[in-house]
């Protein structure tokens, strides 16, 4: 039975997003705010508010983005702590994600993690190279993320690391290296990223002055499949585009999202799935914690989507996932006839080679289409 005589799927999944930064980095698009500490004791109480009007949801994976989680002092991040413990019922076996930044781990905050039940570690260590941490203007040497990845695993055994590759002036070997030293970490899960110049950074400006270049997209495919053939033979399974993760160690929160499962969203422009409605908060910190104080909605945007967008996302973003998705399954939850609506844009990839139909109902990316996967999606979307 499907959306158009049932609700919609109800979120087991929850996002909090902590916008505090020692330092915006040049590539950064995200809702940050740096040296603004003075803003935290505020944004403590404007979180609270939010998470009251959520009712206690229970949920099965929690991830806490920023800006920087680990950013607070001790006294802030074990109230932080426990606030989400208060307002939010964890499922058994609930995967709790923290982000961090390895300047910002020591021993002490690890335990503080571990104690109240986070199990799970995010790391934007994002190179092992000191040159190009210094271009990423990151806060952190090469000793410092190797010593942090160990910290963590200590006493948190499910780390993830973020790494940018495609850096300005960065070669095949350059990349290669990095690989090798995060493959001898004790890691259980890896993002590779190609570095973007989004419009508003300060990167952005920098290329438009002539001051950097961007990777030529030989260059940039060279380094993905560098990473997608090194980490396979260091035993990392490929599930998602950007993805790698030691068996039974994929993200389940970001399959939810994937799946199409929705999510709750809290913090400075924290963006959510719920009923049916995609909502985004103000992604100016100082807006949104003036909104909350004064009792109003801090939701800047509000979409609400048919059940035919909902079932064309569903196939667009779960098309990421490297084993692919079987469209039936899509259409018996949504209502919606997928394989009518998508059949050019599945006749198209097909032809073109970019997608293979394992059975007549699973579609997934071929090898080559994995390169263009942003370009089958955008077709599912229509």
Known sequence: MGLETESWPLPRAAYIHVPFCRHRCGYCNFSVVADRDDLIERYLNAIKKELDALDNPVIDTLFVGGGTPTHFDADQLRRFLCLLQQHLQFSAGCEWSMEANPEDITREKVAMLDDHGVNRISLGVQ??????????????????AIDAVQTVADAIDNVSIDLIFAAPGETLEHWQSDLEVARELPLEHISTYALTFEKGTAF????????????????????????????????????????????????????????????????PGAARFVDGSREVNHRSTTTYLRRVELGESPTAERVAITHEQYARERAAFGVRMI????????????????????????????????????????????????????????????
């Open 127 to 144: 190179s092992f190279n000191v040159d190009k941490l210094k271009l990423l203007e990151r806060g952190h040497s090469p000793a410092n």
């Open 204 to 267: 952005w400006s920098r290329r438009a002055r002539g001051d950097l270049s961007s990777a030529s997209e030989s260059s940039e495919i060279d380094m993905y499949q560098a990473a997608r053939e090194g980490l396979h033979n260091a035993g990392f399974q490929h599930y998602e585009i950007s993805s790698f993760a030691r068996e039974g160690s994929q993200c389940r929160h970001n399959l939810a999202y994937w799946k199409g499962l929705g999510w709750y969203a809290v913090g």
């Open 323 to 382: 084993d692919g998705i079987d469209i039936d399954v899509i259409e018996s939850e949504s209502g919606i006839p997928v394989a009518e609506i998508c059949r050019d844009a599945i006749v198209q990839s097909v032809g073109e080679g970019l997608l293979l139909k394992p059975s007549p109902s699973w579609i997934k990316l071929s090898e080559r289409g994995i390169l263009f996967a942003d370009t089958v999606a955008s077709r599912l979307l229509g």
